[in-house]
Structures are given as structure tokens and as C-alpha cells.
């Protein structure tokens, strides 16, 4: 099992950024795609963003895209999600994960690319202040 612990969330104005890591240990594995997700109080965890294992493809979801960067360091074991134009719409609890067993597991199907996340932080808080 792999743990990851995620860093980095806090209170922002709207337009401003932040920049989250996680850091990875345990059974780890340069071979899997690591994510980040959020979810909103009252609604589903939601996938915003994912990288494979090289860093050489990456994955946002459309409410993301062009705002915010997902990048990893394999000899460190991180991923960070560094978050620009922040909106209020974006506060939520930001959870990393990495692809792999474990529960609960979230399937992510989104253009070229199919993963199964299993392994999850346990979650840093985001809040974007109108």
C-alpha cells in the first residue's frame, strides 16, 4: 500500500494561487499514474487532474484545464498540483491519489486515458474567498 500525505492547502482571494504537494512512501512505484481529485461539501469527489508515471502525458478536467498544472518528481516522490486563477468553485478538500489497489477505487476514463485509483491522502483543505 502506498501512503501519501498532501501539503500545501489554506485560504486564498479569488484570482490568487496556491500550490498543493504530496509526497508518496510506502510501496511505491515510478510505473503509477498519481491524481489529484476534490470534493465539494455535498456533492462526489470529483478527478481534476492526472500524470503517467514519465510525466509525459497529462490529464485535467475541464473545469481545470488551462488554470492548473499537474507535475511529479520521481526521485522525490511528489506530485504537486499548482493552482493559478483561483475561483471560488474550486474550494473543496483536494485528495492525491495514486493508481493502484485499495479502497475506495475511482475509475477515471477521460481521453487516452484509463486508471484505477486506490490509494488516497488524507486530504488538504482548499478555500477560494469571493
Known amino acids: 500500500q502506498v501512503q501519501l500525505v498532501e501539503s500545501g492547502g489554506g485560504l486564498v482571494q479569488t484570482g490568487g494561487s496556491l500550490r498543493l504537494s504530496c509526497a508518496a512512501s510506502?510501496?511505491?512505484?515510478?510505473?503509477?499514474?498519481m491524481g489529484w481529485f476534490r470534493q465539494a461539501p455535498g456533492k462526489d469527489r470529483e478527478f481534476v487532474a492526472a500524470?503517467?508515471?514519465?510525466?509525459?502525458?497529462?490529464y485535467y478536467a475541464g473545469p481545470v484545464k488551462g488554470r492548473f498544472t499537474i507535475s511529479r518528481d520521481n526521485g522525490k516522490n511528489t506530485v504537486d498540483l499548482q493552482m493559478n486563477s483561483l475561483k471560488p468553485e474550486d474550494t473543496a478538500v483536494y485528495y492525491c491519489?495514486?493508481?493502484?489497489?485499495?479502497?475506495?477505487?475511482?475509475?477515471?476514463?477521460?481521453?487516452?486515458?484509463?486508471?484505477?485509483?486506490?490509494?488516497w491522502g488524507q486530504g488538504t483543505q482548499v478555500t477560494v474567498s469571493s
Open positions: 500524470i503517467t508515471w514519465s510525466g509525459g502525458s497529462t
Open positions: 491519489a495514486a493508481e493502484g489497489p485499495g479502497l475506495p477505487r475511482v475509475i477515471v476514463t477521460t481521453k487516452g486515458l484509463t486508471v484505477g485509483f486506490g490509494s
Open positions: 510506502g510501496r511505491t512505484s515510478n510505473s503509477n499514474t
